[in-house]
């Protein structure tokens, strides 16, 4: 076979021509990828397929012991929890732009601590940075008669329950 | 007995009893002899050249030694002037020593649980033995790094050290920018107090923040890079056991990792290129001749043969002339970076003395601090916060590391490397971008905070998120110091000017809005005129 002058294909960058530069390619090039993927895969150990946290489903206590008209804090939940002529909801205390706690100020309207954001009494974005209004989160009643909320699901603005 | 040790060990100890005289008194002789003589033929073992009284031992000094062998055995005069480096890259590196040693002795007492970590804090401050001054010199040290680094950045910017054969160093020194903030934002949340707790939830919401966007696309549902992020980094959706020891993690194993072998590359590559950049004039002073040690092209240095020539780079053979402006490294280089490092430990010694680093009361996750305030370093990142989560968290920091990044790609002029500012010229630009970039940024907070923004004008005040997250103040600096850099490219017909007016923009905006949202900002992210107009709970 002739042979080419080595300082020609041994250059930097020097263009595959054989077919033995190809198998070569090919073959660094599939090693690569094999540790790429490897360590793709290994990344998936750090997501958390299941949550350390408590259940984000808690019991608020039975429907009939909240007065109409109240408000309610519960602080380790994050949530208000309201009783109304129209029924129960409860609206996140956690601000949507970083995570800071929100508190009540006059006229039932929020306020944030962190970076000033404003809500409405029914949680709706009046100023400052936050992206969206606070969540409105689901309320049900359980089997046994309990007034149940699921801190992570989010219900449309206005949606009540009656019990 | 002396009589024949001296005769025994002269200058090359390497082959030590092979050569005695056999016969006199036997294996015992020898073996007495050398046990006696085991002293110095361990040293001679280690360090494996004479006293540095010639210039060959000196050389030897530097070269035979695994940790000085990255330094060249002659060093350019210009090297070690003080107004060519200010010694910063040195003192940077000393403090990454100083925290890791400090940081590994804070380990010993140091609990990663929830339930113990603040307690292990108040142990190590108030009963461990010295543990309240090493606490002190980790964190000022670590606030003294992020400094000294943004100033070397500054340094090596102004001075043209990104300029062909450094463009690539220049990456590497970005991210080990990157490195230092993640590693002081890492350490941040260990103590477990109400500071690090709100700062970090804080931090890791602006990592879920690109749901600002998706949440706009309407996406999220299906595709949701921010709570993934989110995720990955607490490994909940709060901050808790699970976060604090994720951190500790990153804080104490990956990122020092990472970032020593970023140091490396990029010690090593200063080396390779050249020793630290220096101007023409500095070789031109002395003989009027121009060194050819300096690089003559981009062309790589011989590639097959690793003789002294190839240690040269450029087209020919320095011969005679690399001696020219150059002094022998040991002992002149040592005494700089020794002198570097003691001041630099002394200045830590004194602060950590003179000094408590802050720790406020335990982690309270049901109460945020109000206000609730990153290290200084991040808060002018918190002021952009403050108009839009996304934008300010993660759009502006990347295209301000990815386009300081690209400078040396984009320009690429080769006149005036090595001197402050490229010359008079440089410094009128550098300084007229100082003073716009400062009317631009005190203008734009000004009235930011008299007028507010978009949803506090009544005709806007509904506007979808999307158009706050695209234009707010931060994306407004963003825009005209873009606008003004492309200008100066434009008038000063050069890209290096251009790029200067963009690096000065940026610093000055970086320091105003640090000062700013570090004086100017109280309880709920309110204009305060000072801290003794806040409201008193």
Redesign the interface.
Known sequence: MHREDPLKTSG?FATPKTRRDFLGLAAAWSAIGAFMMAMLGAMRL???SV???SSTIVKLGKPEDVLVGSTTYF??H?LWLYRDDGGFHAISSVCT?????VERTENGKF??????SKFAADGA?????A??GLMWVELTVSPEGWLVADT?KEVELGKTLNA | MSETRTTNSPSSSSNGSGERRIGDDGAMGDFARNLLDTPRSFRDSVIRHGKPTSDRARSQAIFTNFFFHILPVRTHLHSIKMTATFGLGVATLVLFIILCVTGVLLMVYYKPSVDQAYASMLDIIHVVPTGRLIRNVHRWSAHAMVFCVILHMARAFYTSAYKPPRQFNWVIGMGLFVLTLGLSFTGYLLPWDQLAF?AV??G???AQ?P??LT?ALGVTQIFDPGG?QK??LL????V???ALI?FYVLHVMVLPIITTIFIAVHFWRIRKDGGLVRPLAADAAEGGQVSSVMPASEE?AP?KTYGLMSLMKGRTPAVNLELRNTIMTWPNVMYVVAAVAMVTTLAMLVLGVLFEAPLSEIANP???????KAPWYFLGL?EL??????MGGVCIPAIVVIGLGLVPYLDREREDTGVWFSGRKGRRVAVGSAVFATLATVGILAFTVNY?WL??WEATAHVP?IV??LFNPGTLFVGVFAAWSVAVVKLKRSTRMGAIALFTCFLVAFAILTYFATVHRG????FYWSHIDWPVH
């Open positions: 930097r750090p997501m958390p949550f350390p946290e602080p380790s994050r732009h970083l995570g800071c706690i306020s944030c601590p962190c970076h000033g974005v009046l100023g400052g940075p992206p969206k992570l | 709100w939830t804080i890791a919401n602006i923040s749901q600002e949440d993934m995720e990955l490994g909940a959706h709060y808790g056991q699970e994720r790589p590639l049901d109460v945020p601090e109000n206000p609730a918190q916060v403050s108009y839009s989560a996304f507010g949803r506090n998120q706050i997250t309880p709920n992210w309110n």
